[in-house]
């Protein structure tokens, strides 16, 4: 859920964000749920040598994340859809290394045709639920209203 941040330039520049694949589906995950396991993994010795694959608890596009952070902060937000030539020279201009926006990319494209598996493991280790994304916006609503805000 944490990598929205990068998120934050375009938003505060133009309250957009201009990328490509805005219905890629993914299963975000909050940092508290992935802490909450790593401590559990860390001190309970039923853990130990075990491997564990995390995911959010459901699945949300990229625009529905942007609305979410909408909705959490009161700010007009949207999502501007790019081509994915467009983003891909965004991308770039911004430093990323090439093999890494074409990873990304790739990666995004194949959400749009089949969004990321939801996992329970979150669940299933803690006892609770995982935190959703809209819990994860408003749990930042301050921060990101200071980010939006500079």
């Known amino acids: 859920m944490a990598n929205a941040w990068r998120w934050m330039a375009d938003l505060r520049t133009g309250g957009s964000v201009r990328a490509a694949y ?26 130990s040598g075990r491997r564990y694959v995390l995911t959010g608890p459901a699945v949300i596009t990229q625009a529905e994340q942007v609305a979410a952070l909408a909705e959490a902060t009161g700010l007009s937000l949207s999502w501007e859809e790019l081509s994915p030539a ?11 290394p090439p093999q890494v926006v074409d990873k990304v990319l790739a990666y995004q494209a194949r ?20 935190r959703t994304f809209a819990t994860w916006a408003a749990d930042h ?10």
């Open 111 to 130: 959400r749009v045709e089949v969004p990321e598996e939801v996992l329970s493991t979150v669940a299933e280790l803690t006892g609770r639920p995982g």
């Open 22 to 47: 805005g219905a890629a589906a993914t299963a975000p995950i909050h940092e508290a749920d992935l802490a909450a396991v790593a401590a559990l993994a860390l001190t309970e010795p039923r853990h």
């Open 86 to 96: 467009a983003a891909r020279e965004r991308m770039s201009a911004t430093a990323w």
């Open 141 to 150: 609503t301050p921060a990101l209203r200071a980010a939006l805000n500079d």
